[in-house]
């Protein structure tokens, strides 16, 4: 998909601050709703979903499910679990919001679970095939799209082992979280970008403060601080998230071209 089609959103169809949060390794989550919900779960869900939520006989896997990755506190799985799709073969189930929450919590924290499993397995994890990682890269990956193996990606594998080098591609936010951690402050290339055009026509570009139904703020490439106040579609506000493409390709992926990806990008030394 390109990219440019989901980045002229009207923001509101997609605030982009949850799309970066969903990946980072501080879950947020509270720990005691995770184990509430666990509870819930294993008596409600697990039958059809499976213990790890990774999919069983009768229902998907819900690590995967862009319905759970897109939710928040519960608003998009409680819709499935109050509503069921009985057409499809799950059943509604009417539970207490308290209840969805803790579902939800137990949901996001598996969503944590594997996506830190599949950055620091230390088995080996170079089982793909090359080739057919370097025919996935330029065809159906459309990585070719924004990255080229002499040009940026050139030398990547000298510069992270293969574990670091598949969660690069993965969760490419995550080091830009680790590197402001570290003190080094954020990736521009991977900070999440805000257009907001006032009715005069004046516009202010920055990196992405914080949005919200009320507010939108913004830091300039010159380190200003501004603030608007919003009402509708005033002012007019465009979001640019340079990772769309990888977020929603982490739905997307089979852990066979997972695997592919990263034996043909482990050969770009
Ligand atoms: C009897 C089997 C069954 C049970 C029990 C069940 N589900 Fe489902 N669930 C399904 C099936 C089948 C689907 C796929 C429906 C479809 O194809 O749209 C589904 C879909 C979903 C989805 C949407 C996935 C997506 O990506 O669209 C969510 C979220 C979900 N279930 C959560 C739950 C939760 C939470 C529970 C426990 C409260 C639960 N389910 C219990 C069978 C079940
Ligand atoms: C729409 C553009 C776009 C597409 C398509 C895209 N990427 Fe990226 N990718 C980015 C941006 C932006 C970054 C973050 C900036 C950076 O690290 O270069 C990034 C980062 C990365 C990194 C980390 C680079 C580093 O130095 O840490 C890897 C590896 C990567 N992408 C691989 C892929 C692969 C494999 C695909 C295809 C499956 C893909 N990308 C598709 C835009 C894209």
Partial sequence: MAAGAMWGQAPAARPAPRAGMRFRPVSGLDAAAVERGRTVYESHCAFCHGANAKGGESGPDLIRSVTVLDDEKGDKIGAVVLNGRPDKGMPKFPLPPAQIADIAAFLHQKVFDAAQRSTYQVH??????????????????????????????????????????????LMPRVGGFEAMMSGQGPDPRTQTKVTVTLESGQKFTGRLDSIDDFNVSLTTAEGEYHSFARDGDRPKVLVEDPLQTHLDMLTRYTDTEIRNLTAYLVTLK
């Fill in 124 to 169: 080996n994890i170079v089982t793909g095939d090359a080739k057919a990682g370097e025919a996935y890269f330029n065809g159906a990956g459309k990585c070719a799209s924004c990255h080229s193996p002499a040009g940026d990606l050139r030398g990547i594998a000298a510069k992270y082992d293969p574990p670091t080098l598949e969660s690069r591609f």
